[in-house]
Nanobody, 115 residues
């Protein structure tokens, strides 16, 4: 059974930083593609950043230069380093893992950026 557990969310002032973590279990982590998504109230869930099994990355334009996604296969963990946070980054952040044609979601972690 695949499980994803996110952590690291919280309340931060604009301009601050947070690092989110997503720990996976029950799957072949090293061959998976991991994405961080976010969903703000009243808005659709959007892809923020993604990292493939070969560590290729892509980002939504609004976070380029501020957010960095990385992975540690030895720890089955993906990180999202978020710097220069803005109030519009406020959302629930979800980890998504895709492997062997299947897709799995974590429970989400709240990020709130105050102005």
């Amino acid at each position: 059974q695949v499980q994803l557990v996110e952590s690291g969310g919280g309340l931060v002032q604009a301009g601050g930083s947070l690092r989110l973590s997503c720990v996976a279990s029950g799957t072949i982590f090293s061959i998976s593609t991991i994405g961080w998504y976010r969903q703000a109230p009243g808005k659709q869930r959007e892809l923020v950043a993604r990292i493939t099994h070969s560590a290729s990355t892509n980002y939504v334009d609004s976070v380029k230069g501020r957010f960095t996604i990385s992975r540690d296969n030895a720890k089955n963990t993906v990180y999202l380093q978020m710097n220069s946070l803005k109030p519009e980054d406020t959302a629930v952040y979800y980890c998504n893992l895709q492997v062997l044609g299947n897709s799995y979601w974590g429970q989400g972690t709240q990020v709130t950026v105050s102005s």
